[in-house]
């Protein structure tokens, strides 16, 4: 920046006044008039000060935790759980943590760029000025139907304020996706929901009150939904406190993750029995309690079922005693839903719940409060949304698409294409705030701030019974020379369509949809002046209302309907079952963070790489050894990937982590050769992704099979954990 | 009780009636195995990432690192439950006496194993000879490699520097150092109840890997205070030490089994 | 000078052998007298006369110890020790395999001379020197290896007790505070017992040099004439030294083992390690020697004259004895930690037998216990200076072994077993060569600038023997000095 003042400077226009810093703040690039240094770099008279907290949003994942930020003349040092937070109260997961590895990553996109070829690095810096005419341009000389906007899962207050766009203007409807959102189904729960409660949304599962949980895959202590809330429940369900005794845990799932490693029974049963395997345990429990088994429960055989899902009859029927004698929910979720009869999972475990008599009570399952603001529940795109998508931009239909809050060329199966399909798009204008893949293949990169320098709200869809809208507000002054898309959004649509959207800046915008809340009765503050609602909205990080927001209401007929009965469809030729999962450390979009690539995977310990997990005996006949570097061939593709041998897999399965394999997004997510040469890390199991949707429109993304070809090389896995002493390793006698 | 755990004679029989000041307690049942602590622990502390390959040679920098092991085989296989591996500040530390510059004392104020960054030859007896393995050395300059700088205007700018908290230490390579039991937050902690007049009381502040712990399973705080809910914990039937059997006297907790 | 005729051992022989003996009393240095000037002047010779294979050896090992050494160490001091194989758990590495391996080699100079000086063993007469130099040029490797493995050597002045304004000491319970005591005393005793049988012979090289030589040798020499009274105090100081210097031998490498003994590890915590690493130093000291003397007399002018089989054969015999208490070390040591059965030095057992470095624990057992034990009893491989040299050469890659399954290997094994991991040497390597590289090009370097028989000793010893005629045999006899 050209106004830049000095430190000493600063210091006489501090009287200003603290009002005037805050709007600056706002306004974005006008208000870096301080240059940062280091702070070992420190002019002498600066006295060492009081740490400022500033509380604000997490945006690493959708979920919309509060945090509170540490900052120390006007640096952000540390995030801490905003113990206010209904959601997460005071506590954070290492993404949230690592978040200011993000703020201060060294490969942030700094300036407005433009590229002349996509898919080239090379690019050349732009002022904003012409990067609003940019905007402007893509704005005012296209059909309102020829411009699409792509967002993320988080900025909610984006996705609202295109939302207003699009319907003041007539462009197309917002798209919003993630991969988190694909391999949590989020479609499918959604549907199931709506199947059950006769409304669409988010299931919460209270598993805080519960005496045992029945997880069918769900990941729900890993990165499913809103892991921190979930592992508070977790948290309480194990501690045993008075009358309550420790809660029991039984997982079903193929490959044990990091959530069913903790499980007391951990039920490794055949991919694709998991809705015969509900079904089966709803019957064995209406005839445990001597009641006349439900309709839905009644077309499977237990004996049946245990030989389908390679699981012996006993172990099922003890399973049921567990679910029949204690407080149970059943809880779906993860790879369980990602198969061709996703949403048949999805009921038959909900409607255990229905069996168990626990929905809308202490311990079982609710509808997610709809957030303060929200009308009805905004889920992600599906992959079948996505799809269509790529199939008008293929067709030519859209000719600008804007681009925020996600990565969708890396994120989506390879099968998609999406690519391509950008190659028939005039214009493709991304708002990333690192240079990741989608970036990459974009005309322009116009960087949003990082979210702990940026305004917006996060409506938080599930996790806690209270309706929440969390708050977020920059934290520090921008590093570089970003704006908020918000403002830029603004500007360039004033200029395009007159006033469709009559705001000044993001700050005016926010207010205008938070003020509303300000007559609501029962929030978690008032306030009698719209100043100071909005100034206590910053404060607390978000407004809530203090009572429960949960719906249950539902006169469903579930147990009566005629189950699906039968196992899920696999794609594709080979010997194995193939379970892509969410890394539980990078989530889908921490790999640029240096510490979340060196902190060990909860359950192999691997660090800074993708692996692929194995039945130690599967490999010992396959002659695969650990480290050695396999070929992985779906009916889509194919990737390389070293072998973890993995001692709680099936034989019959590998797991894939999701979250490394970026060929962009800067150094730590990728690796460089000797020469220099950016190359990939790791391996991304979205390759492999055969599109076949289940009944949702969701991603069977585990609905496949794979075969594997040995290369002859090896890749040694940087693991926290000693094979010597985990494994045995040179000790075999021993 | 005061002792002067430098004094000669003093390593044995007088340290094991001291009863320590801070504690923690980790409730392995509920731990997760999230690494949230590890996350907070490295954000709070400046802890240097070494890479893939140091990380894969056994060079992390974790001061606290989360062990699992597995017991049976498939089908009934079961990952142990997470043990997060920290300093114990033991009150009778191994690590101690074996020192030849006493950069790793113990102090008496706080009942800490101390460990003096800038008083550190790098001699590393203290690492083999703590028995729980939980120190780490700066095997190289992680935090200055020019790698993670970009260059500008000629010079370079490494911008995570930005990140670290001012009132730790930044480690440059050959010093030892590990879990300080966030001393620094301490010290905070005791200023402003001292500038009160008043004592720190329970819960007022806590360590980074507890305060992140989205299981609630770590708590810390004042051992020798009989109502702190960490001396609760410790007391509770669950409670294990580790390798007590060597009389490291530890002040770390684990709340095993169910 | 008091005469006490002695008869020589083997008497009782036929005529023939009797004849035969009395011919190899020949074979004896003591008993094969020179005129004192013909002596000096081959050991002069030995000094002076330099082929160009020493030169070209000599700068090969000097572009080593550029690289190895120097360049490698300060690659290192700056680099930090990244660039080496140590890691979590093994801490220590082979920078203190080369510190005790080292310490091991140096203990064989104090041992024969101050050892046998003491107890009069007449063999030691001529390598006494050679031994010596061993002990001081070694302590400097081992004193270089300990600064090497230190994180922050910069800064390595803060072991020593220097009074400064924060009263800032260092720690006395610490083994390395110890060790460093007693690794300082030990360079500056044997630095100094070098020294003092070094001037009557440093004298006797002044006198017969002429140029740069005689200024050094003048220098060093001390002014000793020779006379009665400088005799006398120098012989007085020698015995002293020789009898206050074998406690601190001993206790030196004691100390070394307490740095693991002192320990809380399983392996090293074994109250059996003192002697044990006293004994395996002088196994692979006594191994030293043997190549050493091979090689002085392979390549010096005129040391087959003091180099004889003879003293091969006795240090054979040496050797021998050394194996069998290294040997019952050995034994009582690992049987002992085997027999308590404790978890963890259990599992290190395992790793020893079993793991990747198990081919190292059965190497060592056989080059340090089975080869030596079974070879030198043959008086034939004894007095085979190629065959004695490359037993020594054996056993000290078996101690080289030894020390490197103590120091990394063993360290692979803790009570974390989440954390076992096994040691690969980096740039320690590349140190490795240099400290041997700097030991033989200091020991090459002295052997052109000091004279490595000690003269005068054997003169003595020649004076104190002396064959006489009892009838028509010759029955060799040795006086003492009062």
Known sequence: MSEQVSRRDFLKLAGLGAATTAVLTGCGPASRYVTREPYQQMPEYNLVGHSTYYATTCRECAAACGIVVRTYQGRAIKVEGNANHPLNLGKTCARGQTSLQGLYNPDRVTDPIKRSVRGDVASETMNWDDALQVVTDALKNHKPSEIAFLLGTSADHLFDLVTDLANSTGVNAPVRFGALSMFEARATLSKAAENLFGQAGLPWFDIANAQAVFSFGANFLETWISPVSYTRGFSNLRKAEGLKPRGQFVQFESRMSATGARADEWVPLRPGTEALVALAIGKLVAEHHGMEVPKIFSGVDPAEVAEQADIELEALEHIAKMFAEAKSIAVPGGAALGQSNGLAVAEAVLALNVLADNIGKAGGVYLSPLAPTETEYQRPASIQEMKALIEKMNAGEIKVLFVHGGNPVFELPLALNIRGALGNVEQVISFATFPDETALESDYVFPDHHFLEGWGYQRVATGVNLPVLSGAQPVVSPLYNTRSTVDVLLTASQAAFGNALPFKDEVEFLHSKVIALMGEAGGSFSATDEESFMASFQQYGGWWKKSNGTTSASDSNVLDKTANAEVAEFAGEGEFFLVPFVSPTLGEAGANKPWLQELADSTTTVMWNTWVEMNPETAHHQGIHNDDLIKIISEAGEIEVPVYLYPAIRPDTIAIPFGQGHIAYGRYATTTDENGNVLQRGANPADLLSIHFNEAGDLAFAGMKVRIEKTGRTKPLSRLESRIGVYNEGMEGH | ?258 | MTATAKPYSKSAKTHDAHHEDEHDMKQYLMYDPKPRGEMNRMVMESMTTTSWKFWVVFAILGVLVATCFVYAWGYLIAEGLGVAGVNRPSYWGIFLVNTVFWIGISHAGTFISAILRVFKAEFRRPFTRAAELMTTFGLIQAGASIFMHLGRVWLSYWLLPIPNQRMLWPNFHSPLMWDLLAITTYILSSTIYLFMPLIPDLAMARDRSTGWRKTFFKILALGFRGTEGEWRHLTTAMNIFAFAIIPVMFSVHTIVSWDFAMAMRPGWSSSVFGPYFVLGALHSGMGAVAIVLFIMRLTMKHMDYFIRKEHFDALGKLMLIVTFAYTYFFFNDYILQWYGGDKWTDALLHWLEEGPMSWMFYQLILFNLVIPAFTLWNKKIRQTPWLLALIGFIINIGMYWERYLIVPVMLTINRAPFTWKLYQPNIEIFLTIGTFATFLFFYMLASRLIPLIPVWEVEEGQMTHSLRKVGKAELPTISEFE
């Open chain 2, 1 to 258: 009780m005061k002792i002067d755990l430098n004094l000669v004679g003093a390593k044995g029989a007088i340290a094991e009636a001291a009863e320590g000041k801070w504690g923690m307690t980790i409730d392995q049942d509920v731990c997760t195995g999230c690494q949230a602590c590890v996350a907070a622990c490295a954000m709070e502390n400046n802890l240097s990432f070494v890479g893939e390959e140091d990380a894969g040679y056994g060079r992390t920098q974790h001061w606290i690192r989360i062990e699992r092991f597995w017991e049976g085989e498939y089908p009934e296989i079961k990952a142990t439950p997470n043990q997060p591996m920290l300093c114990q500040q033991c009150g009778h530390a191994p690590c101690e006496p074996v020192c030849p510059v006493f950069a790793t004392p113990h102090s008496d104020a706080e009942q800490l194993n101390l460990q003096v960054y800038n008083r550190c030859v790098g001699t590393r007896y203290c690492a083999n000879n703590c028995p729980y393995q939980v120190r780490s050395f700066n095997w190289r300059d992680y935090h200055i490699d020019p790698f993670h700088a970009n260059m500008v205007d000629g010079k370079l700018v490494f911008a995570l520097h930005n990140q670290f908290n001012p009132d730790v230490t930044v480690r440059r390579r050959g010093v030892m150092e590990k879990c300080t039991f966030c001393i620094q937050r301490i010290h905070k902690a005791q200023d402003t109840a001292k500038a009160e007049g008043r004592d720190v009381f329970d819960g007022e502040f806590t360590t980074a890997c507890a305060q992140a712990c989205p299981a609630d399973a770590i708590t810390f705080g004042r051992v020798d205070h009989h109502e702190s809910l960490v001396s609760q914990l410790s007391h509770h039937e669950r409670g294990v030490k580790h390798l007590e059997e060597l009389n490291t006297l530890p002040r770390v907790t684990y709340l095993k089994g169910a």
